[in-house]
């Protein structure tokens, strides 16, 4: 299987606590994809990065930032969780986008 | 820009019986296709891809073919099994180094 992983698996969390979620890679791709998947909404690209420093946002991106300060993670942070934020979140990367993505398992984030 | 539009709400079907989920797209230039698959509690998985018209993608069992004259790229399968319960996802190439994913649809294959 491709390396990703996403850290930590599930996490419940407190209204207005920060919060970090990790994605990491050792395939070595240059682009890497966060997205939160909710029921009805499908998948929602929050932010993406094309190369270490390099990042961009995607349709949702309130309430979120990323860093990338190496190939191989990828870090997605709410400043500020609210009960908007519950929800599952997939790392994806990719070499070349007409490739495909590979995806890691998901995150699992609760804001109570 | 580059989109693609799913079939709504579930697929209920009994084991062995033939499954068909339409995907139709809007792009400009010559896109690549993909179908993907999660299954319950995990990420999604590349079931098939392709890359220019008239191209079939397959695995285990599933099938699609680039139609770029209906724009379509149907995900079909002769004969479904319980494990093939899951979420289907059709997604293009778009813009900026991106895919752009349909909404998905569950499959419950009952036995």
């Known amino acids: 299987d491709a390396g990703i992983t996403q850290s930590p698996r599930h996490k419940v969390t407190e209204t207005g606590t920060p919060v970090t979620l990790r994605c990491h890679q050792t395939?070595?791709?240059?682009?890497m994809y966060w997205y939160r998947q909710d029921p009805g909404h499908g998948l929602r690209l929050i932010h993406y990065?094309?190369?270490?420093?390099?990042?961009d946002k995607g349709e949702v991106s309130d309430g979120y930032s990323v860093s990338r300060s190496k190939t191989e993670d990828f870090l997605l942070t709410l400043e500020s969780a609210t009960s908007s934020q519950t929800s599952v979140y997939f790392c994806a990367i990719s070499e070349r986008v007409d490739y495909g993505y590979t995806f890691g398992s998901g995150t699992r984030l609760t804001v109570v | 820009g580059n989109s693609v539009t799913q079939m709504e709400g579930p697929v209920t079907l009994s084991e062995e019986a033939f499954l068909t989920i339409n995907c139709t797209y809007t792009?400009?230039?010559?896109?690549?296709l993909f179908w993907y698959v999660q299954y319950p509690g995990e990420g999604l998985q590349l079931l098939l891809k392709?890359?220019?018209?008239?191209d079939k993608g397959s695995n285990k069992g599933f099938e699609a073919t680039y139609r770029k004259e209906t724009t379509s790229f149907h995900l079909e399968k002769g004969s479904v099994q319980v494990s093939d319960s899951a979420v289907y996802f059709c997604a293009l190439t778009g813009w900026n180094n991106r895919l752009a994913f349909g909404k998905g649809n569950q499959v419950v294959v009952i036995p």
């Open positions: 392709a890359t220019k018209a008239d």
């Open positions: 792009a400009t230039g010559y896109p690549s």
């Open positions: 990065s094309y190369g270490v420093k390099d990042t």
């Open positions: 395939e070595n791709h240059r682009y």
